[in-house]
């Protein structure tokens, strides 16, 4: 059986991996392709579960991959599923182990190399075995999307092809109960960030933008219980919200934020949710000095503002300002960095490194250009809103060294 994309099956409740061995009947599978996360697989309770679903001999497990997909692990993996010959693949984890499954469930259905299909861009014309994506983790809403994140040899590369979208999310609020509270802020984060720029992205629709709204609504109000005193409706709402973040993204793709946060990722190691948030109060208040001159969506910048007043209602402030310092206050509140600063990020020589670093694909996703210049400026802080802020009125700061 192939599967070509564009459509998916959600099952999202509490409980919903009881789903699975039905799922599996429907694909008419005997044979599962297992890809784990093995910590999250036994700390979530999953591993218990599946194996009262699954025969032992009906499984093949791929695992023992580091966080972020390597295309060394996806090639082994292509290798292993290969020579299981499976019905159905099964991916459970955190973005990392679905990000693997669904380009494992493609790519080996393809002659062409993963190395090659990652870095030509090659087209999945053959489509994909079924994939069936269980989060662990309210974050990234991998499941939710078409595309896939790889590393070689430390570079970036993004997968898309809608086949990679997986056909069914099996998103069971109960397999989060267990993430410490650190790993809850950190990848809620990410979806609260993802919402956020998607509400602003120049790919964003009214489709996306609806997704988004709910997303970011129902992340700013429970992911400090779900952090800090999880209940299992803070839970719930986390997972769904992450779910959302990632319909959000898979039509709007991510922006600024995010296209900074890999290289703080990669050389300070904060986990790539914190990351994102530590940008996220400063590019809010550069988006919003957004002008015909420097706006990068076609539908001009009072469409661009409308939609940056969403933010506001969003954040129940009336200002950009009180916006900006309702955003720190979120994150802080987390146990997070609300800004580069506060992540011990300030020297003018180490934030031109991250400049220079930014992602373009999701840098031209900005509703307001940037250049070098821009993008320094506002990591110092020192962007000015159109209507005026506090950031204005501080003094730019001295250069470092
Ligand atoms: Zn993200």
Request: with cysteine; aromatic share 4%.
């Amino acid at each position: 059986m192939s599967h070509l994309g564009n459509q998916q099956t959600v099952y999202l409740s509490a409980g919903s991996l009881k789903e699975i061995p039905r799922i599996c009947r429907l694909h008419g599978a005997t044979r599962t392709f297992l890809v784990v996360d093995e910590v999250a697989y036994n700390l979530s309770g999953a591993a218990t579960q599946l194996r009262q679903f699954l025969p032992p001999d009906a499984i093949t497990l791929f695992s023992g991959f580091e966080p972020n997909p390597k295309i060394e692990d996806v090639e082994r993996g292509v290798a292993k599923c290969r020579a299981a010959n499976p019905d159905l693949v099964l991916a459970l984890g955190g973005g990392t182990a679905i990000d693997l499954a669904k380009m494992i469930a493609s790519m080996t259905k393809h002659k062409a190399s993963p190395h090659d299909i990652a870095v030509n861009g090659i087209a999945l014309s053959e489509g994909s075995l079924p994939l069936i994506a269980v989060p662990t983790t309210a974050g990234t809403g991998s499941e939710s999307t078409h595309f896939a994140v790889v590393y070689i040899e430390g570079k970036k590369y993004s997968v898309a092809d809608p086949c990679l979208l997986p056909c069914v999310a099996v998103v069971d609020p109960e397999l989060t109960y267990s993430v410490p509270p650190k790993m809850t802020a950190a990848t809620g984060l990410d979806a609260f960030c993802q919402a956020i720029e998607s509400i602003w992205a120049v790919g964003a629709t009214d489709e996306s933008v609806a997704y988004a709204t709910s997303a970011a609504t129902l992340a700013f109000e429970h992911l400090p219980t779900a952090t800090n005193a999880p209940t299992p409706e803070a839970r719930h709402a986390m997972s769904l919200a992450s779910h959302l973040a990632g319909k959000a993204i898979n039509i709007s793709k991510t922006t600024l934020p995010h296209a900074i946060s890999y290289a703080i990722t990669a050389d300070y190691g904060i986990p790539h949710g914190a990351a994102v948030a530590t940008t996220l109060s400063c590019v809010l208040a550069y988006n919003f000095g957004v002008s015909t001159s420097d706006c990068a969506d076609q539908r001009g910048a009072a469409h661009v503002r409308q939609r940056l007043s969403l933010i506001l209602d969003i954040l129940k402030v009336a200002s950009v300002e009180d916006a900006c310092l309702q955003v720190e206050a979120f994150v802080s509140s987390l146990g997070c960095s609300p800004t580069l600063a506060a992540a011990g990020i300030q020297s003018e020589e180490s934030l031109r490194v991250l400049t220079s670093r930014v992602n373009a694909a999701r840098l031209s996703n900005n509703p307001r250009t940037a250049n070098h210049e821009d993008l320094l400026s506002l990591l110092q802080g020192r962007s000015t809103i159109a209507t005026g802020s506090r950031r204005r009125t501080e003094a730019p700061k001295a250069t470092a060294g």
